[in-house]
């Protein structure tokens, strides 16, 4: 069965400093893969995905993620924080048949100190 | 272009009371997906329609949680009667089409308490 799983359950990071949050998945082949922000009362937006091709992702607010295949990983990094990423981030995993279903990790929340 | 619609946006009740949530989706969109989200939780998909045809609902609760689409437009999710384990955040959410490469859009959900 498909699953992910977010090691981190809460990180705090000063701005400034680089982010790195970690994402594990269990599937029996190479999966989509995505990325999602949660800021306080809001829905959730897609910050990347990847289907294929080049391992390394760019996505919007200057995130980029990597997919290890040999690592079973796709961690979300970004090198320079600011106050305002200060919010809760999924990860999630798609079947590549065609259902649209997304399975998503319990989610990491970020704290940024001053 | 508009986001996804949900109504209300907090909801409070008693346990064993009835509550339905309202979603509207992105003009044009056919798939459309109720989450359910625990407190400290991801999102867990409850129910898939296509367009008015319901796709996946094999871990929507059949004998309280109800959900149609009937003109494949707007969604209600309802809950009848509600139990303590249902306060969560729903959120609704769609894309253009059913496969998994199309960029599911989230609506800013409904927080449910059940007391």
């Known amino acids: 069965a498909q699953s992910v799983t977010q090691p981190d359950i809460h990180i705090t990071v000063s701005e400034g400093a680089s982010l790195e949050l970690r994402c594990n998945y269990s599937?029996?082949?190479?999966?989509?893969l995505f990325w999602y922000v949660q800021s306080p009362g809001q829905g959730l937006q897609l910050l990347l995905k990847?289907?294929?091709?080049?391992?390394l992702v760019q996505g919007i607010k200057g995130f980029e993620a990597e997919f290890k295949r040999s690592q079973s990983s796709f961690n979300l990094r970004k090198p320079s924080v600011h106050w305002s990423d200060a919010a809760e981030y999924f990860c999630a995993v798609g079947a590549r048949s065609n259902t649209g279903k997304l399975i998503f990790g319990q989610g990491t929340t970020l704290q940024v100190k001053p | 272009e508009a986001g996804v619609a949900q109504s209300p946006r907090y909801k409070i009740i008693e346990k064993r009371q009835s509550v339905a949530f309202w979603c509207n989706p992105i003009s044009g969109h056919a798939t459309l997906y109720w989450y359910q989200q625990i407190l400290g939780q991801g999102p867990k998909l409850l129910i898939q329609f296509q367009n008015n045809g319901v796709v996946d609902d094999s871990q929507l609760p059949k004998d309280r949680f109800s959900a149609e689409r009937l003109k494949g437009v707007d969604s209600t999710l309802k809950i009848q009667p509600a139990k303590l384990e249902d306060s969560a955040v729903y959120l609704c959410?769609?894309?253009?089409?059913?496969?998994?490469?199309?960029?599911?859009?989230f609506g800013p959900g409904t927080r449910l308490t059940v007391l």
């Open positions: 959410a769609s894309s253009r089409t059913d496969t998994s490469t199309d960029t599911q859009y």
């Open positions: 599937y029996g082949a190479t999966p989509y």
């Open positions: 990847y289907f294929s091709g080049d391992t």
